[in-house]
């Protein structure tokens, strides 16, 4: 298993990985079958991320930028603050700074989506507002 890291979590991939004894005309065919995969889910991705985002600019990215940093924010001066009463943490005060984390992480991994998104050719990349014809 191949593994990434994203944000602060481990992203595992699960792809085949064929076996290295097998023989070289199996291994030739195997890798054709998976390149035939690889394009086939790529342009369903395209086809249905295209349909419904469209395409994104430098502007949505930097609106996730600064949504993902003040969530950062938000989740780190509540921890500061909570840590200046030198108690544990009562199940409210967990369930918000968990839930602070939480905003954080997701705003963070669909930035990396977006991105991978963009990388793949799955979504169409403006520098700014697209011309309008």
């Given amino acids: 298993m191949s593994k990434s890291v994203t944000s602060s979590f481990r992203r595992v991939s699960d792809h085949f990985e064929p076996d290295l004894v097998q023989d070289p005309a199996e291994q030739r065919k195997l890798r054709g079958h998976l390149e035939?995969?690889?394009?086939?889910?790529?342009?369903?991705n395209?086809?249905?991320?295209?349909?419904e985002i469209h395409h994104v600019s430098v502007d949505d990215f930097?609106?996730?930028a600064l949504t993902a940093a003040r969530a950062r924010t938000a989740?780190?001066?509540?921890?500061v603050e909570l840590a200046k009463?030198?108690?544990?943490?009562d199940p409210a005060e967990l369930a918000r700074l968990s839930h602070l984390?939480?905003?954080y992480d997701e705003?963070?991994?669909a930035y990396e989506a977006m991105r991978r998104m963009?990388?793949?050719?799955?979504?169409?990349?403006?520098k700014g507002l697209p011309d309008k014809a």
Avoid: C, F, M
């Avoid at 009463?85 to 943490?89: C, D, E, F, R």
């Avoid at 963009?118 to 403006?126: D, K, N, P, S």
């Fill in 36 to 44: 035939q995969i690889d394009y086939t889910v790529s342009a369903a």
């Fill in 46 to 51: 395209q086809a249905v991320i295209q349909k």
């Fill in 62 to 64: 930097r609106n996730l």
């Fill in 75 to 79: 989740w780190v001066s509540t921890a």
């Fill in 85 to 89: 009463a030198h108690k544990p943490l």
């Fill in 101 to 103: 984390r939480g905003v």
């Fill in 107 to 109: 705003l963070s991994e």
């Fill in 118 to 126: 963009v990388e793949r050719g799955y979504l169409t990349y403006h």
